[in-house]
């Protein structure tokens, strides 16, 4: 027969129910599982839009053509993927299917009573005979006495009675558990990716940040998410503290972070104080507020060729190391006869080794807080509606000013000096501010994947170290013809999970059971 | 004594217990030269015929005996060379020394040195000895490349979770080190074994079935202090240090592929009784992912664990 008449003969239903089967089996369920681990694998060797934006942006300046055919399939967002999420549903699809079938099987093995005994011993990993004198109800009372920890039955049969038993019924509640729980986690990261927001802002000191869409720089919610209904609460950073090791092996390195901030809760509330650090989060009724950067936010004031003050304001730096050496841009529009563009470093500690060596920043710290800049006329293009970022300076419709040697001009400015412009006018370091970088998230029902995890684990260890063992005894008497009674006794042992030890504990099993039953026949003979 | 003089004597000690471990390395590897040797001559002895057989077993096992214990006796030095570095460092430092990848390597594979000890002494183990010093060699010089001099915390792991997480973590990689040691010998064994070809060297070694136990032992310890360490614990602590649970950063991603990994390998031993050598293949692969984890995400991925810069 063709095997395609074959399939075509599989009514609809027949089909659906075909796939099902194939996809709740516990074989699919494991395959996926590491397909999910195999398909993580790219995201983390492609930077991630998710995780670090501004790598992406490198990526595609470094990798013209490859990045947009990277891009295409998705692997700079990997874990929203449609693929990644198709994985994933399939997954938790798989497992619900392989998983809810199971519970009750599950639940009733663990109610379940010790089977009967084999026919035949011998077949079994341990068995072993004796004969004693005891009675077949004193074997039964020993054996049961024996088997501590372990579910016991003791039914009569035709020559004498058959003990059953049991033990290890932990380790179908641990796979029970286990099961459930993966589903659990599965369920609570699902409902956490769908419903949770997350977005960063930087936050000068002396400034505030209300929790509406338009004060992110970056913001990002799951899909169901709606971002209209950000909580309303709202922050003023009122210092950014920032300490650094002053001296050692580890000279530089970061010390202490915190941002004291100033909070309302709901508009209208009365303000609280809060110091938010790294590991030390405000938390607030939808949302947690994290410190997780800062930096330095000079305040620069310009003054055109008309004498008007056209800039006053911090400007922030940002970071491109750990040194703190950091690049920002300072946009003028307002700016006569031209508008103005000045782009350029902070440095927190300069240190110049000689007249022509170049300036560079030796500590983290504002020791000696130095901006060097370059300046740009012309038209900013802010004003042909397309969105600009405001740490990039388009240069392509202005000119770079040059000083007298025909060099770029060169501004170089500490805190409380200015320099007058070529065309006119002036800049001005006025002041040296910080910024905290916040990050604001909510992600509901983290408690979800959390006890899903801890119970699931408490589950695998009870599956992984309870050893099931089922133990029978059968004893039969008999006459030996001088009329004395003789009881022999059979136990064989099974263990479910096959283990070296069995045939030991037998033998130590049996030499106890024998010794109980010889000293009661010793207290029997004595009182005589 | 200053907190320099204790960081100078963490990384002499450092660096001796590097040479010895090398040693004990040296030690074993003659056991098994010694092993092949002997059995070499009794062969030529056999071919060469009517010549007087000399008694080369009765003399030279004991030799192969004494370069195994040898061998132990160097990864003891070792341990100990270890541990004091590990302690001088916390010391120089003034904070349990496991802030940053060089001080995770060494705490880690003083951590292997002392489980395999433990399994020498109660279940005479010392045939792993050879793979357990080579690994803990490539591990000592991941962990030397990334030396940094001893000092403060940075505030990032200024938190209860950082002894928790890191310790849980290290050792559970300290356990996956033994046993992808024993996996490694089995695989060995197991090939020599189905060709019935078990040379002089391998004749050392326990049978194949005694080496998987070890391995599923030490795996079904690690894996439960893998799971608290990189998914419980981790995860808690990157929502108080970075906003979220869970973000799919370079290391979550590999720590979640070593967890699937070893996963898999519990899961085919327990239920499917998948003894052998597809089980060993898995543990060898959670092995390297684990080492990825902990090593090459470091060195190519951009992430969030503060060292991975
Ligand atoms: C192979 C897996 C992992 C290893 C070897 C590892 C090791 C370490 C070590 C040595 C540190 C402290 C030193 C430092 O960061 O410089 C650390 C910190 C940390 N780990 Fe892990 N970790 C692993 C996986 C994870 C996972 C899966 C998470 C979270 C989901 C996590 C969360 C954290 C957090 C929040 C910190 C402290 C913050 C920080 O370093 O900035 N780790 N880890």
Partial sequence: MNPSTQASELTPREFTRWIWRQLTSMRTALFLL??????????????????????????????????????????????????????????????????????????????????????????????????????????????????????????????????????????????????????????????????????????????????????????????????????????????????????????????????????????????????????????????????????????????????????????????????????????????????????????????????????????????????????????????????????????????????????????????????????????????????????????????????????????????????????????????????????????????????????????????????????????????? | MTLEQYAQISNYAMVAATCVLALAFVAHAAEWAFARKVADEEKELVTTGPTPPSPPTEDTTPVTERFSRVGVTLTILAAALLAISVITRGLAAERVPLGNMYEFGLAGVTVALITYLGLVWKYQVQWVGGVVAAFGLVILGMSLSTYVPAGPLVPALDSYWFEIHVSAVMLAGAFFLVGAAASVLYLIRVRAESKDNVGPVLRRFPAAAVMDKLAYRVNAMAFPLWTFGALIAGPIWAHYAWGRYWGWDPKEVWAFITWIVYAGYLHARATAGWKGRRAAYFCLIGFVTFLFSYYGVNLFGSGLHSYAK
Avoid at chain 1, 240 to 269: H, L, S
Wanted: glycine letters at 10%; a negative charge.
């Fill in chain 1, 34 to 528: 590491l397909l999910l681990a195999v398909a993580a694998v790219p995201g983390s060797l492609v930077p991630q839009r998710g995780v670090d934006a501004r790598t992406v942006q490198a990526f595609f300046q470094d990798h013209p053509t490859l990045a947009p055919a990277l891009d295409a399939l998705g692997m700079f967002s990997v874990y929203s993927s449609p693929w990644f999420s198709a994985i994933y549903l399939l997954l938790m699809l798989s497992l619900v299917g392989c998983i809810v079938p199971r519970i009750s099987v599950y639940a009733r093995a663990l109610r379940a009573r010790p089977p009967r005994a084999p026919r035949n011993f011998s077949r079994l990993p341990g068995s072993g005979t004796f004969t004693t004198t005891a009675s077949v109800d004193e074997v039964m009372a020993a054996g049961r006495r024996a088997l501590v920890r372990t579910r016991v039955d003791v039914v009569q049969t035709d020559a004498g009675a058959e003990l059953r038993a049991e033990k290890g019924y932990l380790r179908e509640l641990g796979n029970l558990v286990f099961h459930v729980s993966i589903l659990v986690v599965l369920v609570g990261v699902a409902i956490g990716a769908l419903w949770s927001y997350r977005g960063a802002a930087m936050v000068t000191e002396g400034d505030g940040f209300s929790n509406t869409l338009s004060q992110y720089d970056e913001f990002n919610s799951g899909p169901l998410y709606d971002s209209d209904a950000l909580p309303p609460f709202g922050l003023l950073v009122d210092r950014m503290i920032a300490e650094f090791q002053p001296e050692g092996p580890q000279r530089g390195a970061p010390k202490r972070f915190q941002a004291n901030v100033t909070y309302t809760e709901n508009p209208g509330d009365k303000p609280q104080r809060y110091e938010i650090s790294v590991n030390s989060p405000l938390s607030l009724d939808g949302g947690d507020v994290f410190l997780i950067g800062q930096g330095y936010a000079p305040v620069i004031r310009v003054t055109d060729a008309e004498g008007e003050i056209v800039f006053d304001d911090a400007v922030i730096f940002l970071p491109q190391d750990g040194s703190y050496l950091s690049e920002g841009v300072i946009k003028v529009p307002d700016a006569a006869p031209e508008q103005l563009g000045f782009q350029g470093f902070f440095m927190p500690t300069a240190v110049s080794a000689g007249d022509d060596a170049p300036t560079r920043t030796v500590y983290p710290g504002a020791v000696n807080p130095v901006i060097g800049l370059r300046m740009w006329t012309g038209d900013l293009g802010l004003d042909d509606g397309t969105p600009q970022s405001v740490y990039t300076l388009q240069k392509d419709q202005m000119t770079e000013v040059l000083d007298d040697n025909g060099e770029p001009l060169n501004i170089s400015l500490s805190p409380g000096q200015s320099q007058t412009l070529p065309g006119g006018g002036t800049i001005e370091f006025v002041d040296l501010r910080r910024f905290a970088r916040l990050q604001i998230a909510d992600v509901p029902a983290k408690s979800l994947p959390l006890a899903g995890v801890s119970v699931g684990l408490i589950g695998l260890m009870a599956s992984l170290m309870v050893r099931p063992r089922r133990t029978w005894i059968k004893a039969t008497t008999r006459n030996d013809g001088t009329g004395a009674r003789l009881t022999s006794v059979s136990v064989g042992v099974l263990d479910r999970v096959p283990r070296d030890e069995t045939p030991i504990d037998l033998e130590s099993f049996l030499t106890d059971l024998q010794e109980t039953l010889a000293t009661l026949d010793t207290s029997k003979e004595n009182p005589t």
